[in-house]
Structure formats: C-alpha cells, structure tokens
C-alpha cells in the first residue's frame, strides 16, 4: 500500500440556499438599494425640473409685461396750444426743421394740466413728445383742431397699471381708469427700438441686430477654418511631437476662460490693429478665436467616429485622398460637426465677459447699420438693464431674457433640423 493517505473529499454543503433567511436578506438589501438609487435620481430630476419650472415662470411672468405698455389719453387743442405750426409746411420739404424747432413737450404739459389738474411728467413719459411729434407729422391736419391721442404713461403709473406700485401712483392710476383714460397693450417700440434712459422707452431690436451680426462674424470666420483644422489634423497630420502640442493646445484653448479671450481681442483687434472700438466686426472675431477650439474638438471626434471601411472602400474604387474626404467622410461627420458648431455658437451667443472688454457696453441709442458701426449685443443689454435704479427696467431685464432664450432655441431648431437631414441622407 502507498503510504500517501488520501485526503477525504470535502463536501461544499448547499453553495447557494436559494430559500434560506440568509439569501433573502441579502436579495431584499440589493433590491433595495436599487430603489434607493431610482429614488435618488428622480429626486435629482425633479429637483432640476423645479428649478427649470421657477425660472421659466418667474422670467415669463416678469417678462410679459416688459412686452407691454400703458396709454393715457390726452386731449390737445392745437389750435389754442402753444405749438404754432402750419400743417402746409409739414408738406413741404423743411417739415423736419419745423418739427424740431416745435416744444411738444409743453404741448403735453399744457393738455395735461387742463384735462388732469396733473403735470405732464406725473402722467405721461419722456417719449410722449416724441409720441406726439410723430403723429402731428404723419398727419398734418391734426393741428386744425381738438384731437384725441394715447401717449405712453410714465414709469410708476405703468408699473400701477401692470402690478403694483406706489401710492401715488396707485391714487393716479385709479383716477385714469376711473374715466378710461388708461389703456395697456403690446408695445411694438420695445420690439422696433434700441436703448435709452427711459424704461417705457426702450427697445431689444438694437441688441438684437447687434447679436445677429457679431453671430454672423463669428460663424463666417470660425466654421471653416474649425472644421478644415479638425479634417487636417485627423486626415493628414503625421503623429509627431508637434501635433500631441497642438492637440494639447487645442483643448486647453476650449477650457480657458472667455474673458481672457477679450483680452486678447482688446489688445490685438483694438489696441494692434486699430479696428473700430464696440463694433460688431471686433466683436464676431473675439468670439470666433473662443468658439474655435470647440468647433475642432467637434469636428475630430465626429470625423474619427466615420467608420473606416468607409475611407477603405472610397480608395478601392480609385478615389483620391481629397475626394474621399469631402465626398465621403464630411458629409458623414457633418451631423456631428454641427451639433458641436451650435453648442459653440450658443456659448459665445450668452458671453457678456468677452465683450464688455472691447467695449460693447456702451450706450447705443440706434441700431447699428453695418458690421463696423457701434453696437450693443442682448447679454450685454440685460447685463446693463439690470444694473438700473428704476423699477421699470426689472420687466424689461426679464423680457430681453425671454428673446435670448428665444434666439437661443431657434438656433438649437435649426441645428437639430439640419443635422437630421443629413443623417436621413446617408
């Protein structure tokens, strides 16, 4: 016999006691900690959907009333006014001398005091004038007798009007509405106008076309050479030293912060260069060297994602390196490509850093014209109204945000639009 004794066999009792006490807390624990998890994430959800929910409607609820404005009716003598003018020489062609020369507002006092007992600046805004300067010139025969005529109130009697305001204007606001001398409807100067001091006179359009041409800048110079950077540098560069720099250099261009970019635009647009201070020109290429990096980053990984039998089938029917690129891979990539573009694009559409340091915060009471003419844009417009004393500027601040997020949603409609028509090509 061996003098090896075998070792007894050692038998595993019951591995896995599917119906033991054991296994059926360790099963209760897991199942619970799995609803403990969903628990937690649709708290985070809902958390985020309040707090999506709130600013939605603290934004919405301030900013319809900035699209509106109250009226007051006045009732103006002309021929008993102080406003000597011939509706003859409003025809002609010195109409715009003569209505310079004219004191509307003494018109308005003078209306004001008769019909209220009230002066004009307690009842009736700084445009009223104006108000009444454009309606005397567009029709001329106003000035041959007693007209009736809704001018803009002034701030705290439309504040009355919408909400709630002081006593004083609460007390002027009932008097009005008691003979229905107030009225409150659209106001089509907020969406026609530029800035000004007074908040029933202000108006997003300036801001707006301000945003639209710096957008058009910045998209015309960015797009191109971002996506024929990210092409070069996956099609053609050769892996080396230089490349892993610029790569490098790439990524940490799309991290840094952006009011560094207004520095440099600051120093090489306006201080190098020479280019005219506030415009939208400086204001599309400071935001086109931010968006860069992101279109790049974009691009690579949307042309690294086309798959390479792709390229390896192009080549075997005797394509070259170019047409494969541009016939095949671009228009494969070009979903993704613009997915990255936009989210770029809507970034530098919500900075305010950037262009506060090339000087875009200036006081821009027109439109501007063209790409070189001084300019404003809407964050830096909502940036600026916020600072203000007057309350009436709270609803407009809330209404410039609604047309931003507005700009901003039409621009994510068109990218999602594009980007599924490509895909439906392929």
Same mark, same amino acid.
């Given at each position: 016999?061996?003098?090896?004794? *075998?070792?007894?066999?050692?038998?595993?009792?019951?591995?896995?006691?599917?119906?033991?006490?054991?296994?059926?807390?360790?099963?209760?624990?897991?199942?619970?900690?799995?609803?403990?998890?969903?628990?937690?994430? =649709?708290?985070?959800?809902?958390?985020?959907?309040?707090?999506?929910?709130?600013?939605?409607?603290?934004?919405?609820?301030?900013?319809?009333?900035?699209?509106?404005q109250?009226?007051?009716? *006045?009732?103006?003598?002309?021929?008993?006014?102080?406003?000597?003018?011939?509706?003859?020489?409003?025809?002609?062609?010195?109409?715009?001398?003569?209505?310079?020369?004219?004191?509307?507002?003494?018109?308005?006092?003078?209306?004001?005091?008769a019909?209220?007992?009230?002066?004009?600046?307690?009842?009736?805004?700084?445009?009223?004038?104006?108000?009444?300067?454009?309606?005397?010139?567009?029709d001329?025969?106003?000035?041959?007798?007693?007209?009736?005529?809704?001018?803009?109130?002034?701030?705290?009697?439309?504040?009355?009007?919408?909400?709630?305001?002081?006593?004083?204007?609460?007390?002027?606001?009932?008097?009005?509405?008691?003979?229905?001398?107030?009225?409150?409807?659209?106001?089509?100067?907020?969406?026609?106008?530029?800035?000004?001091?007074?908040?029933?006179?202000?108006?997003?359009?300036?801001?707006?076309?301000?945003?639209?041409?710096?957008?058009?800048?910045?998209?015309?110079?960015?797009?191109?050479?971002?996506?024929?950077?990210?092409?070069?540098l996956?099609?053609?560069?050769?892996?080396?030293?230089?490349?892993?720099?610029?790569?490098?250099?790439?990524?940490?261009?799309?991290?840094?912060?952006?009011?560094?970019?207004?520095?440099?635009?600051?120093?090489?647009?306006?201080?190098?260069m020479?280019?005219?201070?506030?415009?939208?020109?400086?204001?599309? =290429?400071?935001?086109?060297?931010?968006?860069?990096?992101?279109?790049?980053?974009?691009?690579?990984?949307?042309?690294?994602s086309?798959?390479?039998s792709?390229r390896?089938?192009?080549?075997?029917?005797?394509?070259?390196?170019?047409?494969?690129?541009?016939?095949?891979?671009?228009p494969?990539?070009?979903?993704?490509?613009?997915?990255?573009?936009?989210?770029?694009?809507?970034?530098?559409?919500?900075?305010?850093?950037? *262009?506060?340091?090339?000087?875009?915060?200036?006081?821009?009471?027109?439109?501007?014209?063209? =790409?070189?003419?001084?300019?404003?844009?809407?964050?830096?417009?909502?940036? =600026?109204?916020?600072?203000?004393?007057?309350?009436?500027?709270?609803?407009?601040?809330?209404?410039?945000?609604?047309?931003?997020?507005?700009?901003?949603?039409?621009?994510?409609?068109?990218?999602?639009? *594009?980007?599924?028509?490509?895909?439906?090509?392929?």
């Open positions: 016999m061996s003098s090896l004794a *075998l070792a007894p066999e050692t038998v595993d009792p019951t591995p896995t006691d599917w119906a033991g006490a054991e296994m059926r807390a360790r099963i209760r624990r897991r199942y619970g900690a799995e609803r403990l998890f969903k628990l937690i994430g =649709l708290t985070a959800i809902l958390i985020s959907a309040g707090f999506l929910a709130f600013l939605l409607v603290t934004m919405v609820g301030n900013g319809a009333r900035g699209f509106t109250s009226e007051v009716r *006045l009732d103006v003598d002309f021929p008993r006014s102080s406003l000597f003018l011939d509706p003859a020489a409003l025809r002609g062609f010195g109409a715009a001398q003569a209505l310079a020369g004219a004191d509307f507002e003494r018109v308005v006092n003078e209306a004001a005091t019909q209220y007992g009230q002066s004009g600046p307690s009842l009736f805004s700084q445009g009223a004038r104006l108000r009444l300067r454009d309606a005397v010139r567009d001329p025969d106003l000035l041959s007798g007693r007209s009736t005529i809704w001018l803009p109130a002034a701030t705290a009697i439309d504040i009355a009007a919408k909400s709630s305001g002081t006593a004083a204007a609460e007390t002027a606001y009932d008097r009005l509405a008691a003979v229905e001398a107030i009225r409150t409807g659209l106001n089509w100067s907020f969406l026609t106008g530029a800035d000004s001091t007074d908040p029933t006179l202000v108006g997003i359009w300036g801001a707006f076309k301000g945003s639209l041409l710096t957008m058009i800048v910045t998209i015309v110079l960015a797009f191109p050479i971002g996506v024929l950077s990210a092409v070069y996956e099609e053609y560069a050769l892996r080396n030293r230089w490349t892993d720099i610029i790569e490098v250099s790439i990524n940490n261009l799309a991290a840094v912060p952006s009011i560094i970019f207004g520095l440099l635009g600051l120093a090489v647009f306006l201080n190098f020479h280019l005219p201070r506030s415009a939208p020109l400086v204001g599309g =290429l400071t935001l086109a060297l931010m968006t860069m990096p992101v279109i790049v980053i974009a691009g690579r990984n949307a042309i690294k086309v798959p390479p792709i390896d089938a192009a080549l075997g029917v005797g394509a070259s390196r170019v047409q494969v690129v541009f016939h095949h891979v671009l494969l990539a070009l979903p993704g490509i613009l997915t990255g573009t936009i989210i770029g694009m809507a970034r530098a559409l919500g900075e305010t850093a950037p *262009l506060l340091m090339i000087g875009m915060r200036a006081f821009i009471a027109a439109p501007p014209g063209g =790409l070189s003419e001084p300019a404003t844009a809407l964050p830096v417009q909502i940036f =600026l109204w916020s600072d203000e004393v007057s309350r009436g500027f709270v609803e407009k601040t809330s209404a410039a945000i609604i047309v931003l997020l507005a700009f901003l949603l039409a621009m994510n409609g068109l990218a999602i639009y *594009l980007r599924n028509r490509f895909e439906t090509r392929w």
